[in-house]
């Protein structure tokens, strides 16, 4: 991995931490309007309508959809589910939004540094770009670029996300590591030649996680945090 | 401009000054392989390249090709042309990415990393995403995403590379300020409703320069510098 340039990060779980963000905020939020709404199973839901939304792009029943616009259409949906009421144009936007607003763990800001020194650091997420660069602002990442998922109109793990992000790099696979909580998402990495950092998130699902607990491949490096990546990786503190 | 949310930069001449990085690499690269140039005058020829080699691309006489594509073909008919001889392909590609390596103006990471505070900041430039991205890393520019050219796969000032970027935020034209050292650049982001920052850089093209001495309409700001702009949008320092 001598040649090395880039690295790559998945950032739902793997950087923020969706999950403990999106139940503070919606609790607050509903403690404020008097709802009485279980949230954690809300968020639960929320995330869960995620890939089956996204895969309804991929298979192109629907013409291509942003991040933020299937987290409207799946909060639209559980509004109704839970019995939410009163909520206006605007509250519905500025939940939507709480996407934006998702906290780093607490050793995303230092290891992204550290990496950054060093190495093109940049997200490559399902995420739209808006999204990212809110969250970016909001969590204090320091990304070199933003690779959401309008720019090449397609979603992980489709090859060609993968792909075009290096070729705008200008870079061959092989000098450009997936950095990942999620196996599948490093698999996909593998295939086409990148090189793979697992990052153990065990928690990011809640107290009840059964996947992604560990690395399920031999991945080039196998790490407990970001920051612990960085080290494996040579970057000075 | 109370709404005002982004400021997109036009990079070469307004954030990076191309010319005195170009002529100081290449003067000493001349120097260490004891070649008789006028690299001067060869900067200055290759950057008179770079318009019409970008406007056989905007008018679809080529397909669609990267700036650094643009820069390597016109290198090579440099090369001939002054009579430079003995370089390898190594070398070409290490001159071509010189424009990979360009120092900022002395008040542009200061300006950026006021404007940042506040604002999302990030180059609307004709530069690929790898040229940018190399750009920021050796300059120190604090960006918050990479607008590269091959985003939108087309060149300014044509009108998609501006609403692009402007949609890939999630905002109006008018939260959006087009910055930049060119009237020109200025006047097609006006017209499709961005708000526009004048950044007066008079010696861009040397001492002779003739063009873009100053604003040629009312901009919304009209500065001598990023850290003026950043001055007159009310960011502290």
């Given at each position: 991995m001598?040649?090395?340039?880039?690295i790559?990060?998945d950032?739902?779980?793997?950087?923020?931490?969706?999950?403990?963000?999106?139940?503070?905020?919606l609790?607050?939020?509903?403690?404020?309007?008097?709802?009485?709404?279980?949230?954690?199973?809300f968020?639960d839901?929320?995330?869960?309508?995620?890939?089956?939304?996204?895969?309804?792009?991929?298979?192109?029943?629907?013409?291509?959809?942003?991040?933020?616009?299937?987290?409207?259409?799946?909060?639209?949906m559980?509004?109704?589910?839970?019995?939410?009421?009163?909520?206006?144009?605007?509250?519905?936007?500025?939940?939507t939004?709480?996407?934006h607003?998702l906290?780093?763990?607490?050793d995303?800001?230092?290891?992204?540094?550290r990496?950054k020194?060093?190495?093109?650091?940049?997200?490559?997420?399902?995420?739209?770009?808006?999204?990212?660069v809110?969250m970016?602002?909001f969590?204090?990442?320091?990304?070199?670029?933003?690779?959401?998922?309008?720019?090449?109109?397609?979603?992980?793990?489709?090859p060609?996300v993968?792909?075009?992000?290096?070729s705008?790099l200008?870079?061959?696979?092989?000098?450009?590591?997936?950095?990942?909580a999620?196996?599948?998402d490093?698999?996909?990495?593998?295939a086409?030649?990148?090189?793979?950092?697992?990052i153990?998130?065990?928690?990011e699902?809640g107290?009840?996680?059964?996947?992604?607990l560990?690395?399920?491949?031999?991945?080039?490096?196998?790490s407990?945090?970001?920051?612990?990546l960085a080290?494996?990786?040579?970057c000075?503190?």
């Amino acid at each position: 991995m001598q040649d090395l340039k880039a690295i790559l990060f998945d950032t739902f779980g793997t950087v923020v931490d969706w999950r403990g963000s999106l139940i503070t905020e919606l609790s607050e939020f509903g403690s404020a309007r008097g709802l009485s709404v279980d949230w954690t199973a809300f968020v639960d839901d929320w995330r869960d309508a995620y890939k089956p939304s996204m895969d309804r792009v991929r298979r192109r029943d629907v013409p291509w959809t942003i991040l933020d616009a299937l987290h409207r259409e799946s909060l639209e949906m559980l509004v109704a589910k839970y019995g939410v009421t009163g909520l206006t144009e605007a509250d519905l936007d500025h939940l939507t939004r709480g996407w934006h607003r998702l906290h780093g763990w607490p050793d995303s800001v230092a290891g992204l540094t550290r990496l950054k020194r060093k190495f093109i650091v940049a997200p490559l997420s399902n995420g739209n770009v808006a999204l990212l660069v809110n969250m970016a602002k909001f969590a204090g990442l320091p990304w070199d670029m933003v690779f959401g998922s309008e720019i090449p109109r397609a979603y992980k793990p489709d090859p060609e996300v993968y792909l075009g992000a290096c070729s705008m790099l200008g870079l061959a696979p092989e000098q450009v590591m997936m950095a990942a909580a999620h196996n599948y998402d490093l698999s996909a990495a593998r295939a086409l030649g990148m090189r793979t950092g697992f990052i153990a998130r065990p928690t990011e699902y809640g107290p009840k996680q059964t996947k992604d607990l560990r690395a399920e491949s031999d991945w080039d490096v196998i790490s407990n945090s970001i920051e612990e990546l960085a080290e494996q990786l040579g970057c000075e503190i």
